[in-house]
């Protein structure tokens, strides 16, 4: 059955399970924080593709996105920093710093959901040149499970280039927010699609 995009967003607007905007989120690197990193991404208007995070299968690179409403999004990262409280080892995958940008604009620009399933039979059914779609998922082992459905991830092939005018910021906290506009140029806040905090979303 096809929808008209109205009768797409109110079907979308009526559960609490799903949203229209797709979620990246960032973090910070060896030269900058979190926020400055965010803004380099704007000023860009670009996301690079990951390759080496050794969650990327095959040659291509790819950018990542969680496609959950705000409330579950904040409970990913929450979940993320109460592992690393836990386990000092931990790997830090991503920061509530990011960007949303509406689920159709993604989709148009080669957007897709990947496709979880054990990595090795994926890429039997698979062409190599769409291994980038592919993320690990195996409840064989009840000692060692890998499972990463609750992002619901999508993922773009190569790089995403973006319109500021689509664009709607992620921060964690008013104090973040704050910060966030004595760094950011005008131009480029009044360019942006809007400002979303997190941490009210969870309180």
Request: aromatic share 12%; net charge positive.
């Amino acid at each position: 059955m096809a929808y008209t995009s109205k009768e797409w967003l109110n079907r979308i607007r009526s559960r609490t399970d799903m949203s229209s905007y797709l979620f990246h989120l960032t973090k910070s690197n060896d030269f900058l924080d979190g926020k400055d990193v965010l803004l380099k991404i704007l000023q860009e208007k670009t996301l690079i593709g990951s390759k080496n995070s050794g969650y990327i299968i095959g040659k291509n690179k790819a950018v990542c996105f969680q496609d959950v409403p705000p409330y579950s999004l904040s409970q990913n990262c929450f979940h993320e920093q109460q592992i690393r409280k836990l386990n000092s080892w931990s790997k830090i995958r991503y920061k509530p710093i990011g960007l949303a940008f509406p689920k159709h604009y993604v989709y148009q620009k080669g957007g897709r959901p990947v496709i979880y399933d054990e990595s090795s039979l994926a890429k039997e059914y698979l062409p190599e040149e769409e291994w980038w779609r592919i993320v690990d998922f195996d409840l064989t082992d009840k000692s060692k499970i890998t499972d990463w459905t609750h992002e619901r991830e999508w993922r773009v092939k190569g790089d995403f280039t973006f319109d500021l005018s689509k664009a709607v910021i992620l921060l964690p906290t008013s104090k973040n927010y704050k910060e966030f506009l004595d760094r950011a140029p005008d131009s480029l806040l009044k360019g942006i699609a809007g400002v979303v905090l997190l941490d009210p979303v969870l309180s």
